[in-house]
């Protein structure tokens, strides 16, 4: 847990700086110390947290840029319902390497 809490030190410094790379410098080393669903949940959860300390840790109005963001919403919703239908038409397989998660 020491070697996850100075990776996360590390890995926010990085975003506090660049605007990206947490999850990025993040993700390798808490999938080598967690279970993947705990990793995923780990992930998130320091992500929100990270962004929720961004967002209310400068104390003003975040301003929304509209103009930019409108059309990549706009877009996003047929990418999601296209990618949804085609996850459910994929067959499900079995994991090729089930000792590797065991």
């Known amino acids: 847990m020491v070697l996850l809490a100075a990776v996360a030190l590390v890995a926010a410094v990085v975003q506090a700086s660049t605007g990206l790379g947490f999850a990025l410098i993040l993700s390798p080393a808490v999938f080598a110390l967690l279970e ?3 990793a995923v949940v780990a992930i998130t959860v ?4 990270l962004n929720g300390l961004v967002l209310f840790g ?3 109005r975040p301003l929304v840029a509209w ?3 409108g059309p990549i919403l706009v877009a996003a919703v047929p990418g999601a ?6 996850l459910r038409a994929l067959p499900k397989t079995e994991v090729a390497y089930p000792d590797l998660f065991e």
């Open 36 to 38: 993947p669903e705990s």
């Open 46 to 49: 320091l992500g929100l947290a």
């Open 58 to 60: 400068e104390r003003r």
């Open 67 to 69: 103009r930019e963001v």
């Open 81 to 86: 319902l296209c990618g949804v239908l085609i």
